[in-house]
């Protein structure tokens, strides 16, 4: 008897019964693909380079590289999607158009989309949960002050700028370079960048003396 | 704590990230057809954008939507099917039509198979 239902031809699916949304994507995509506009294949590698890929490591060596090679950091305020691309990250559908704002001892950048969820996916990949969150959305424009108390960072008496990213631009925070850096090479800064410091949702810390030595046996 | 199932762990770990970027496999694959059909040209980014926005303002401004975003992917479904139904790629007749015959979960206790109704 044959099984009208064909369960063995996606490859994310399992057996068990399927939940609304699930039933949707899968009648939607089985739709495309007999329309000959989307191939099964490229969407598991698509979905395989924002999983793996793509992630916050790519802007943590954007910033490293800035910190420590001043003609970089200039064309990368210049031009950033540019600058990005030269590192070999390729800007994608939500790279055309970037800005990087600096953290300062007197500035404090912090990053948020208010209408929906743009995001810089080529230096950071795709975004946390709390970022598309009605919740972080409203409360960075009311109150940036309390919500990054509450991420843990006290800007003290620091300006704090909120960016609002939208399709026409995605922002990425240069966090400050820690003290006691200096003489550090790319790749030990590029470890101290997390992705929430290029939100400004985090700074990045001052490292121990230990982590130094220890990286630096390691490389 | 709530206990996290070893299929969840063992995917954790092997993604080497924090936070799962997506919850469920539909999720991913919905992401995924929207990036894809931008890149082969069905529509430009913005457009995509443009109908997420609109479908989070409607969400939010009936009360339909988690304070802490966990369906942003129904969103983000939805931004997708309402787009492709306006460029008349797929229309939603079509669409649903489809989900009856791939979606629905067999009846339980029913021994029959490839019933269609």
């Known amino acids: 008897m044959s099984d009208m239902h064909d369960h063995d031809h996606g490859h994310d699916y399992h057996n068990a019964p399927l939940s609304e949304p699930a039933q949707r994507v899968k009648a939607l995509e089985s739709l495309l693909v007999e329309k000959g506009l989307v191939d099964p294949q490229l969407l598991d590698q698509l979905i395989d380079t924002y999983e793996r890929k793509i992630g916050p490591r790519n802007g943590a060596r954007v910033i490293a590289h800035a910190w420590v090679d001043g003609e970089y950091r200039k064309r990368l305020f210049e031009n950033a999607a540019k600058a990005i691309e030269e590192l070999g990250y390729p800007p994608g559908p939500q790279g055309e158009h970037m800005m990087v704002v600096e953290n300062t001892p007197r500035v404090h950048n912090l990053v948020v989309c208010t209408l929906c969820s743009c995001y810089p996916w080529s230096v950071l990949g795709l975004p946390p949960v709390w970022y598309k969150s009605p919740a972080y959305r409203a409360r960075a424009v009311i109150d940036p002050r309390g919500l990054l108390k509450e991420f843990g960072v006290d800007v003290g008496d620091k300006e704090v700028r909120v960016w609002d990213s939208s399709s026409e631009m995605r922002y990425v925070v240069m966090p400050e370079r820690p003290a006691g850096t200096e003489g550090w090479s790319e790749d030990e800064l590029a470890e101290l960048v997390t992705r929430d410091s290029m939100i400004g949702t985090a700074v990045v810390k001052a490292p121990a003396r230990r982590a130094r030595s220890e990286s630096r046996a390691a490389g | ?117």
Not at chain 2, 7 to 13: D, G, I, N, R, T
Not at chain 2, 105 to 115: E, H, L, M, S, T
């Open chain 2, 1 to 117: 704590m709530s206990p996290k199932s070893t299929e969840e762990l063992v995917a954790a770990a092997r993604a080497r990230v924090p936070e799962a970027i997506f919850s469920e496999p539909w999720e991913a694959r919905a992401f995924a057809v929207a990036v894809a059909l931008c890149e082969s040209g069905c529509f430009p980014w913005a457009e995509f954008q443009q109908s997420l926005i609109d479908e989070i303002r409607e969400a939010e401004g009936a009360g339909r939507a988690a304070p802490g975003g966990a369906d942003y992917y129904h969103r983000w479904l939805g931004a997708l099917t309402r787009l492709l139904a306006a460029k008349g790629i797929v229309g939603a007749a079509e669409l649903e039509a489809r989900i009856a015959v791939v979606g629905p979960p067999p009846p339980p206790q029913d021994p029959r198979q490839g019933q269609t109704k």
